[in-house]
T-cell receptor, first 116, second 109 residues
Framework: DTEVTQTPKHLVMGMTNKKSLKCEQHMGHRAMYWYKQKAKKPPELMFVYSYEKLSINESVPSRFSPECPNSSLLNLHLHALQPEDSALYLC???????????????FGAGTRLSVL | RKEVEQDPGPFNVPEGATVAFNCTYSNSASQSFFWYRQDCRKEPKLLMSVYSSGNEDGRFTAQLNRASQYISLLIRDSKLSDSATYLCVVRGGFQKLVFGTGTRLLVSP
């Protein structure tokens, strides 16, 4: 089972709202990721968590706040977003171990976010 | 220069055709390489990892040329269901994947 589950599937929010995106996996993966994808562009890495600790922040604005409450869950808290933040937000997970075939990332279906 | 470069296409081919995509990467220290497939408005899904010796999975063959720093994907006997965007992906650092812009494939009846 290589399932990564993201909720909600769609989200519309105003620029003053606070909302959260959720991601869950039960594959025993200890690395989890947030990506942002605009139309006709490849995914762009935002954050990486390894063993529930933030290991990579790709200079993401503070209006995006990640949280990893346990090894299966990853949240992305959103506050005071801008219309240009509208995109598909993808969660992924992988094993932490390096080596051939060990670092494959499995993606959730994404949350399609519209900021009005 | 982009870290991972692909021809964006689209590649328009008839069913049954053989089609090949190439991808070049700039970091000679890269160790892991993948092809992902992404359907319109869906998430990327792993198609196959790419190994130094080359590897095949059914109608799909991936090759890696480290000296020239390019990766290829060959699709034989194209199906309508192969229509998608194919993303060349290189591991750019610990846990960090670098995606190419993707090559769009359209298979027509």
């Amino acid at each position: 089972d290589t399932e990564v589950t993201q909720t909600p599937k769609h989200l519309v929010m105003g620029m003053t709202n606070k909302k959260s995106l959720k991601c869950e996996q039960h594959m025993g993966h200890r690395a989890m990721y947030w990506y942002k994808q605009k139309a006709k562009k490849p995914p762009e890495l935002m954050f990486v968590y390894s063993y529930e600790k933030l290991s990579i922040n790709e200079s993401v604005p503070s209006r995006f706040s990640p949280e990893c409450p346990n090894s299966s869950l990853l949240n992305l808290h959103l506050h005071a977003l801008q219309p240009e933040d509208s995109a598909l937000y993808l969660c992924a997970s992988s094993q932490v171990r390096m080596g051939l075939g060990k670092n494959i990332q499995y993606f959730g279906a994404g949350t399609r976010l519209s900021v009005l | 220069r982009k870290e991972v470069e692909q021809d964006p296409g689209p590649f328009n081919v008839p069913e049954g055709a053989t089609v090949a995509f190439n991808c070049t990467y700039s970091n000679s220290a890269s160790q892991s390489f993948f092809w992902y497939r992404q359907d319109c408005r869906k998430e990327p899904k792993l198609l196959m990892s790419v190994y130094s010796s080359g590897n095949e999975d059914g109608r799909f063959t991936a090759q890696l040329n480290r000296a020239s720093q390019y990766i290829s994907l060959l699709i034989r006997d194209s199906k309508l269901s192969d229509s998608a965007t194919y993303l060349c992906v290189v591991r750019g650092g610990f846990q960090k994947l670098v995606f190419g812009t993707g090559t769009r494939l359209l298979v027509s009846p």
